[in-house]
């Protein structure tokens, strides 16, 4: 590759050239580097210098150029540079990992090359600079070229010293599209039990950039036995046939599937995963041998609930997620009165029902090619709240014309009735037997004798 294949932000070369003035060796590596080989997007930029960090610090806010001590333990220190902020490590070798999580201890050397020795896939061992170019011992650009993601040096040591990096790998094939070399896949299948001792907000950190890929399906489908681990709820989808006419695929690929074809958000992605993760336990056949999964929506909701506690999600996303799974085999019309019932079960949260539209339209495509109904009704029940939202409709107690300072100003007093009749006057508006207007709205509530 040519040495300007690669741009880099002025910003970056600022801090660069700030190193070497002072007679340091600094390179681009990490993400950035692959990301831009790729043609990728590349934000994040991580710097791998042979200064100590005391001494980038020194230099930096010499420059006038804030700095935050995030990982001075391991070498990092963190700089901001034209409104972004960078990472630049000293270079370094690690010791033993005794907890297969972290280093015991590093070492800081002066070589680049033992650095790159020290990461974990070969696409992200690569180092640039804008005059010597690129450096890659270990094969990573032609490891990129092949869309393959192959560990540098013995993968039981690398997956044995760090076992986030198995996970790691299964959401580089899911952002990347990556097949995971054969060496590699294997030995993370040996040390997946190391998972256990990670932390569970890293794993979910891992697991939320995982299904928000864009080769989802493929990466869940090759990868289960890794996801399994950490989530052995899906386990139990692998191979489930479903026995109906509705579905051409196990519960597992149908899952995989219905995820490619939702928005890649972490809301819709995780209903998606676990929306039939109910269906094993809930399945009975009639007397022609037709599957059904009666009450697999509120299986799968507790299963959802489970293991979001359990993964140590945000209460808000849980809470979110599992909403999304009860209903997502709810079906309604895609009228205004009905789309803003639904609203109004949802506490009149219009970014829910879009989201539960998104994974109705998933779930279909994901079935048999019959199911065009079900695509057809998920995308009218959008349609419908789009108008609904444009036009300004009333599906909410906050969007009433009338409210319960009006209604004590007419002399009722405060209390359970206030909620009541507003209630009442609500329904009214939403089955549009009442227009939403102060006057027609207390005439309705308050008629005169």
């Given at each position: 590759?040519?040495n300007?294949a690669?741009?880099?932000p002025?910003?970056?070369?600022?801090?660069?050239?700030?190193?070497?003035q002072e007679?340091?060796?600094?390179?681009?590596?990490?993400?950035?580097v692959?990301?831009?080989?790729?043609?990728?997007a590349a934000?994040?930029?991580?710097?791998a210098t042979?200064?100590?960090?005391?001494?980038?610090?020194?230099?930096?806010?010499?420059?006038?150029?804030?700095?935050?001590e995030?990982?001075?333990?391991?070498?990092?220190?963190?700089?901001?540079?034209?409104?972004?902020t960078?990472e630049?490590?000293t270079f370094?070798?690690?010791?033993?990992?005794?907890?297969?999580?972290?280093?015991?201890?590093?070492t800081?050397?002066?070589?680049?090359?033992?650095?790159?020795?020290?990461?974990?896939?070969?696409?992200?061992?690569?180092?640039?600079?804008?005059?010597?170019?690129?450096?890659?011992?270990?094969?990573?650009?032609?490891?990129?070229?092949?869309?393959?993601?192959r560990?540098?040096?013995?993968?039981?040591?690398?997956?044995?010293?760090?076992?986030?990096?198995?996970?790691?790998?299964v959401?580089?094939?899911s952002?990347?599209?990556?097949s995971?070399?054969g060496?590699?896949?294997?030995?993370?299948?040996?040390?997946?039990?190391?998972?256990?001792?990670?932390a569970?907000?890293?794993?979910?950190?891992?697991?939320?950039?995982?299904?928000?890929?864009?080769?989802?399906?493929?990466?869940?489908?090759?990868?289960?036995?890794?996801?399994?681990?950490?989530?052995?709820e899906?386990?139990?989808?692998?191979g489930?046939?479903?026995?109906?006419?509705y579905?051409?695929?196990d519960?597992l690929?149908?899952?995989a599937?219905c995820?490619?074809?939702?928005?890649a958000?972490?809301?819709?992605?995780?209903a998606?995963?676990?929306h039939?993760?109910?269906?094993?336990?809930?399945?009975?056949?009639?007397?022609?041998?037709?599957?059904?999964?009666?009450?697999?929506?509120?299986a799968?909701?507790?299963?959802?609930r489970?293991?979001?506690?359990?993964l140590?999600?945000?209460?808000?996303l849980?809470?979110?997620?599992?909403?999304?799974?009860?209903?997502?085999?709810?079906?309604?019309?895609?009228?205004?009165?009905s789309?803003?019932?639904?609203?109004?079960?949802?506490?009149?949260?219009t970014?829910?029902l879009f989201?539960?539209?998104?994974?109705?339209r998933?779930?279909?495509?994901?079935?048999?090619p019959?199911s065009?109904?079900?695509?057809?009704?998920a995308n009218e029940i959008?349609?419908?709240?789009?108008?609904?939202?444009?036009a300004?409709?009333?599906?909410s107690?906050s969007?009433?014309?009338?409210?319960?300072?009006d209604l004590?100003?007419?002399g009722?007093?405060?209390g359970?009735?206030i909620?009541?009749?507003?209630?009442?006057?609500?329904?009214?508006?939403?089955?549009?037997?009442?227009?939403?207007?102060?006057?027609a709205l207390?005439?309705?509530?308050l008629?005169?004798?």
């Open positions: 590759m040519e300007d690669l741009t880099l002025p910003y970056a070369l600022a801090v660069l050239r700030l190193l070497e007679g340091f060796e600094a390179w681009l590596v990490g993400g950035f692959r990301d831009s080989l790729m043609g990728r934000a994040d930029i991580d710097i042979s200064a100590p960090w005391q001494a980038s610090q020194a230099l930096f806010e010499q420059a006038g150029l804030a700095t935050f995030t990982g001075v333990a391991h070498g990092t220190l963190s700089v901001l540079a034209g409104g972004h960078l630049v490590t370094r070798a690690d010791g033993a990992y005794s907890d297969a999580r972290h280093p015991d201890e590093v800081f050397i002066e070589s680049i090359a033992q650095d790159l020795a020290r990461r974990d896939f070969t696409a992200n061992a690569i180092a640039f600079h804008p005059e010597r170019g690129l450096l890659d011992p270990f094969g990573g650009c032609d490891d990129i070229a092949r869309k393959v993601l560990a540098v040096g013995d993968p039981q040591e690398r997956f044995a010293e760090d076992a986030l990096r198995i996970l790691r790998a959401r580089f094939a952002q990347l599209g990556f995971i070399e060496e590699t896949f294997a030995a993370m299948l040996a040390q997946k039990g190391l998972l256990g001792s990670v569970a907000e890293r794993v979910r950190h891992e697991l939320d950039a995982f299904v928000c890929g864009p080769a989802v399906h493929d990466a869940l489908m090759g990868c289960i036995d890794i996801v399994g681990q950490v989530i052995g899906l386990l139990p989808l692998r489930f046939d479903q026995r109906t006419p579905h051409i695929y519960v690929e149908h899952t599937y995820m490619e074809n939702t928005p958000t972490p809301l819709v992605r995780w998606a995963l676990f039939d993760t109910g269906k094993p336990e809930a399945f009975s056949t009639d007397k022609a041998g037709v599957g059904h999964f009666y009450g697999h929506a509120e799968s909701t507790r299963i959802a489970e293991a979001m506690r359990r140590k999600f945000p209460n808000a849980a809470d979110d997620v599992a909403t999304l799974v009860e209903y997502h085999d709810v079906i309604f019309a895609a009228t205004h009165k789309v803003k019932r639904r609203l109004r079960k949802l506490g009149g949260r970014d829910l989201a539960l539209a998104a994974l109705k998933g779930d279909a495509l994901a079935q048999a019959g065009r109904k079900r695509l057809d009704l959008e349609a419908t709240l789009r108008d609904i939202v444009e300004q409709e009333a599906f107690l969007a009433l014309a009338i409210d319960g300072d004590q100003a007419l009722i007093p405060p359970p009735q909620g009541r009749l507003l209630d009442a006057a609500l329904s009214a508006v939403i089955d549009e037997e009442v227009a939403n207007d102060k006057a207390t005439a309705f509530l008629p005169r004798p």
